[in-house]
């Protein structure tokens, strides 16, 4: 199976305002009054909650009918904390993201209680989301400015 290639472009609208588009969509990503934005929009890092959420919900419909049982319904709750001292440049003590993720799946079915927890496993196993915020992916960061790329490594 071929590689599977997601790109984003977006222009920045203010200090904390964000427009993206994503194949035919248009997101926008702004921060709330508290850190400098117009709250019109989710978050950077609350939009890294919803992809999480989104793909464990593919994943975890995907896995079920794979295993033969029905989700009848599936809530997914996330949270996480950030300190956030390195992103305003008081500290490098801490780490800028998120310190660790609480995942809770609430699954209505009538599977077993073993058949859920191999599923559970299996859907940490295979969403790609996931994949990325538990594992170092390589990201070549570079800026364009005049029709010249300076690469950073």
Not at 70 to 80: A, D
Not at 130 to 141: E, I, K, M, R
Request: hydrophobic share 40%; aromatic share 8%; net charge negative.
């Amino acid at each position: 199976m071929s590689n599977l290639t997601f790109s984003l472009s977006g222009k920045s609208e203010s200090s904390a305002k964000f427009r993206a588009k994503v194949r035919h969509f248009e997101l926008l990503v702004d921060e709330p009054q508290a850190l400098g934005g117009t709250d019109l929009a989710p978050n950077p890092v609350e939009y890294l909650l919803a992809a999480y959420a989104g793909c464990l919900n593919v994943v975890a419909h995907l896995v079920a009918k794979e295993y033969n049982f029905e989700l009848k319904s599936l809530k997914i709750n996330l949270k996480g904390e950030i300190n956030p001292e390195r992103l305003f440049g008081f500290s490098d003590l801490q780490r800028a993201g998120y310190q660790a993720l609480e995942v809770l799946l609430e699954p209505e079915t009538t599977a077993s209680d073993p058949l859920l927890l191999e599923w559970l496993q299996e859907i940490e196993r295979r969403c790609p989301v996931g994949d990325n915020l538990q594992n170092s992916t390589p990201v070549a960061l570079s800026i364009q400015r005049r029709e010249k790329v300076v690469y950073f490594d």
